[in-house]
């Protein structure tokens, strides 16, 4: 437990050991974090995961609630509302407060169908001394998710929005040191490109409607990880710039290869990039965290991938990171495109038709029979194309 603003609490879940959260790899585990308003009347801000149920209950022991007025549901998703049932049944007079897709949403994952108030943007729900307002956000990143507002305490709370998957008992940004904020500002990253991204045009209207709305804050307080108290305005640039697609003057090269005549080729490119001077990072596929890759992908402009081809395919770990990255929608990208074959070459041209579908700016791509040595400045010439493109101060998109 512990008190954010004088009778706001934090009553949430820290879960020290998942690793992996539908897929996304959580190496340094999360929390599910819930919170409690008390005013004249009482409310809780979702719960927490289906199995965590003690750990909030116990805090609301400490708190000695006996009764609670509202149950605000800003997410209906499992790690957000696993205990609904749980908190329904201990205080069978509490009132659910969502909006219509969460309502719909409880019936339909969770066959709840309880007492409930229905509330869309600028609602206002008064609890005495302390009034909460909604905020509807959907698709960051369900249809039903929302955020809801303590007024008198400035405070956001921001469901999935700026939270990161981050385990600690340090509960705000200003408990950490400056390398072990630097780690938890690219976990956040790293749930934007894999959770947000995709949704980066509803990201740009929310924004857009906090800043319309003149809402000021003294915390931001998200569903997982740690509270944003110090660095509100920086945890909101970054937001701004994301979901504008103002990405760093960097490349990402990510690769796999069968008999290393796709990996021996990248020396070449990186020739050419380093006589711009790019910086750029290489990532073997086939022991890389997907995740992590993506993250560094969505905060790059440039992308170079290489593949063999394998049965007329591409090699399956680049189809699988192909795939994914398809999936998030990354914009605003410069690209290359390189791999070797024996008999067929279809590779490189399948990863450059990906990326015409994400209208990202192709420059060049290169394939190669066997060895690379009769393309070598074909490959160097990729590398400096990609990096003379990144380079320049493009600012199309932002």
């Not at 116990?58 to 509302?81: F, G, P, R, S, T």
């Not at 069968?258 to 021996?264: A, V």
Request: proline share 2%; glycine share 6%; aromatic share 12%.
């Amino acid at each position: 437990m512990e008190e954010i603003k004088p009778n706001v609490f934090w009553v949430g879940a820290i879960d020290w050991n998942i690793r992996d959260f539908h897929g996304y790899e959580t190496r340094f585990g999360t929390t599910y974090n819930s919170y409690l308003v008390k005013g004249e009347k009482v409310a809780l801000i979702d719960t927490v995961k289906h199995g965590f149920e003690d750990e909030l209950l116990e805090k609301l022991d400490e708190l000695n609630v006996k009764d609670l007025d509202y149950l605000i549901v800003n997410h209906i998703e499992m790690d957000h509302a696993g205990c609904v049932d749980v908190i329904v049944e201990r205080y069978p007079k509490v009132k659910i407060v969502t909006n219509i897709r969460g309502k719909n949403g409880l019936k339909d994952a969770y066959n709840i169908d309880h007492d409930t108030i229905i509330v869309k943007t600028g609602d206002k729900l008064n609890l005495g001394n302390k009034t909460l307002m909604f905020i509807e956000t959907p698709l960051i990143h369900w249809p039903d998710s929302m955020m809801t507002y303590v007024v008198e305490d400035k405070l956001l709370i921001s469901n999935d929005a700026f939270g990161m998957h981050y385990a600690s008992e340090r509960r705000y940004d200003d408990e950490f040191n400056d390398e072990e904020i630097g780690r938890i500002f690219f976990e956040t990253a790293k749930y934007y490109a894999n959770i947000i991204l995709l949704y980066s045009d509803r990201v740009r209207k929310v924004l857009k409607e906090i800043k319309d709305m003149g809402l000021e804050f003294d915390a931001i307080c998200p569903s997982h990880g740690i509270i944003w108290r110090k660095r509100v305005n920086e945890i909101l640039s970054h937001y701004s710039k994301w979901s504008n697609g103002e990405w760093e003057n960097r490349i990402v090269i990510a690769y796999d290869s069968m008999w290393n005549h796709t990996e021996r080729a990248i020396h070449e490119i990186t020739k050419g990039i380093e006589e711009i001077g790019v910086p750029f990072s290489i990532y073997k596929l086939r022991v890389s965290d997907l995740t992590e890759v993506m993250t560094e992908v969505m905060l790059s402009k440039g992308l170079i991938v290489g593949s063999p081809t394998l049965n007329r395919e591409i090699f399956p770990s680049v189809a699988a990171f192909l795939t994914y990255m398809k999936g998030l929608k990354p914009f605003n990208k410069i690209a290359g495109a390189f791999g070797s074959y024996g008999w067929s070459g279809e590779a490189v041209e399948k990863i450059v038709n990906v990326f015409n579908q994400l209208k990202f700016d192709v420059v060049k791509s290169v394939r190669f029979k066997f060895s690379y040595e009769k393309v070598k400045e074909d490959l160097r010439n990729l590398g400096i194309l990609v990096a003379e493109k990144v380079a320049m101060n493009n600012d199309e998109g932002q």
